[in-house]
């Protein structure tokens, strides 16, 4: 079956400006993490949802970051008003029901802050 | 939180050695897990392993969990084996996962 998809797959955006980034987990999967990594870095954990509620968001670097899940598939990585230190990979990871088993990555989405 | 530390940070082979990638937490994890990121930055999952030996090819991992450490064993490596290898581990009540800072490995033909 399908993996975990990301879109876009790369983004740049001008510093001020909205973007969106979008994530597709396995289907049927009821967790649903994103992480952030910089370059040179291991992944850093941003926020979890476990069906449509956000369990943990205590990792989102700002009030600029924003996510959401609200029909507990598809969720939504928002960040506001870009800064160029928002430049990163941002991947999504799925796993089957809590979340303390096996999470299944995406290909990232790498923004770039002009 | 947990801290991660992998070992070595580099590392260069010549097609069809072996090596042994280390992973050193700070506390008791409940969720441990390899991973190989290709040169695309797609993170492949290698292991769940919380604990115990498991293997698969030309790859194996072993976890003391009393002890707080995860070896990673890669048996007559290839070139297709370069990149980054991060361990991750998630402790407590929580549910996420802390990676290491990887350990870029690089093989010669």
Do not use: M
């Not at chain 1, 983004?11 to 987990?25: I, M």
């Not at chain 1, 449509?52 to 507990?72: I, N, T, V, W, Y």
């Not at chain 2, 919380?50 to 707080?68: C, D, F, H, I, Y």
């Amino acid at each position: 079956g399908a993996g975990v998809s990301q879109s876009p797959r790369y983004k740049v955006a001008k510093r001020g400006q909205d973007v969106a980034l979008r994530c597709d987990p396995i289907s049927g999967h009821v967790s649903l993490f994103w992480y952030q990594q910089a370059l040179g870095q291991g992944p850093e954990f941003l926020t979890y949802f476990q069906n449509e509620a956000q369990l943990d968001k205590s990792g989102l670097p700002s009030d600029r970051f924003f996510a959401e899940r609200p029909e507990g598939s598809v969720s939504t990585l928002k960040i506001q008003r870009t800064q160029q230190e928002d430049s990163a990979v941002y991947l999504c990871a799925s796993s089957f029901s809590h979340g303390r088993e096996t999470q299944y990555f995406g290909p990232g989405t790498r923004l770039l802050v002009l | 939180g947990i801290q991660v530390e992998q070992s070595p940070p580099d590392l260069i082979l010549q097609e069809g050695a072996n090596s042994t990638l280390r992973c050193n937490f700070s506390d008791s994890v409940n969720n441990l897990q390899w991973f190989h990121q290709n040169p695309w930055g797609q993170l492949i999952n290698l292991f769940y392993i919380p604990s115990g030996t498991k293997q698969n090819g030309r790859l194996s991992a072993t976890t003391v969990a009393t002890e707080r450490y995860s070896l990673l064993y890669i048996s007559s490596s290839q070139t297709t084996d370069s990149g980054v290898y991060f361990c991750a581990g998630e402790g407590g009540s929580n549910y996420k996962l802390t990676f290491g800072k990887g350990t870029l490995l690089t093989v010669n033909p």
